[in-house]
């Protein structure tokens, strides 16, 4: 990553009101563990929860295979 674009990002930081963003961005820097599902839109923790779930039973396809079936498809 460049000077300029941690420049940047240093930017965002000062200028950002979001607490928890804050205190995550502070939690990764400090390399402590941090929870990020309790901070979670519920409909969020669902989402991925019936996705979870779906992949254990065996619905759904590997992102890989479904990419190789759009290049395919739409190849030119």
């Known amino acids: 990553m460049t000077d300029e674009k941690k420049y940047e990002l240093i930017e965002k930081l000062v200028h950002t009101e979001d607490e928890l963003l804050l205190n995550q961005v502070k939690a990764i820097?400090?390399?402590?563990?941090?929870?990020?599902?309790?901070?979670?839109?519920?409909?969020?923790?669902?989402?991925?929860?019936?996705a979870l779930d779906q992949s254990k039973k065996g619905i759904g396809m590997v992102h890989e295979d479904i990419m190789n079936e759009y290049r395919a498809r739409f190849k030119k």
């Open 29 to 50: 820097l400090d390399g402590s563990d941090i929870d990020l599902w309790n901070d979670l839109n519920p409909k969020l923790k669902a989402s991925i929860n019936r």
